[in-house]
């Protein structure tokens, strides 16, 4: 069950005017994680017939690529319509992110949720940046206040990108 609070955000895509295979990512911050049993807790919701997916993927600093940790594909949950619990093992890492990738289908009829992220208690999650800084792409960080400067602080300017919007 979704933990239902009064505050928070959740995440969503849709498939419709998606051309086949489109995705949408979500990354998080860059981090480490010192326990070899830490787990990342979400709940996701799928509905219609052309959602294709889920993956959840742990891109490290050093490896090419990333390394797919869980995923569920959209054609099993098509009539679920229900909110599911998902329980990645995400292990020890250095330096690393983590991506959710939704797949739409090849159709208009899906919808993919993302709700109530969480690491177990004992992770050990170190951030990267603080809160009062900008995560670059690279695993740099800059301060909060150069975002959006008309500079590009960060190597892959992504500091700039979709400002005003």
Same mark, same amino acid.
């Given at each position: 069950?979704?933990?239902?609070?009064?505050? =928070?955000?959740? *995440?969503?895509?849709? &498939?419709?005017?998606?051309?086949?295979?489109?995705?949408?990512?979500? +990354?998080? $911050?860059?981090?480490?994680?010192d326990n070899p049993e830490c787990t990342l807790v979400f709940y996701y919701h799928m509905? =219609?017939?052309?959602?294709?997916?889920?993956?959840?993927?742990?891109? +490290?600093? =050093?490896?090419?690529? /990333?390394?797919?940790?869980? /995923?569920?594909?959209?054609?099993? #949950?098509?009539?679920v319509n229900l909110w599911q619990q998902a329980i990645v093992d995400v292990g020890q890492? &250095?330096?690393?992110?983590? +991506?959710? %990738?939704?797949?739409?289908?090849?159709?208009?009829? =899906?919808?993919?949720?993302? @709700? @109530?992220? +969480?690491? #177990? /208690?004992?992770?050990?999650?170190?951030?990267?940046?603080?809160?009062?800084?900008?995560?670059?792409?690279?695993?740099?960080?800059? $301060?909060?206040?150069?975002?959006?400067?008309?500079?590009?602080?960060?190597?892959?300017?992504?500091? %700039?990108?979709?400002?005003? *919007?």
């Open positions: 069950m979704v933990l239902q609070l009064c505050t =928070g955000h959740y *995440m969503y895509i849709e &498939s419709a005017s998606q051309i086949n295979a489109t995705t949408a990512i979500l +990354e998080g $911050p860059w981090m480490t994680t509905n =219609g017939r052309n959602i294709g997916g889920l993956n959840v993927k742990a891109n +490290e600093v =050093g490896i090419a690529g /990333s390394v797919p940790l869980w /995923s569920v594909n959209g054609k099993d #949950n098509a009539t890492r &250095s330096l690393f992110r983590i +991506e959710f %990738e939704g797949v739409a289908g090849d159709g208009y009829q =899906g919808d993919l949720a993302l @709700d @109530d992220i +969480e690491w #177990n /208690s004992n992770c050990g999650i170190k951030k990267l940046c603080r809160d009062d800084q900008y995560n670059c792409k690279a695993p740099q960080c800059i $301060p909060k206040y150069l975002n959006c400067n008309f500079y590009k602080d960060c190597p892959s300017g992504c500091d %700039e990108n979709y400002c005003g *919007m």
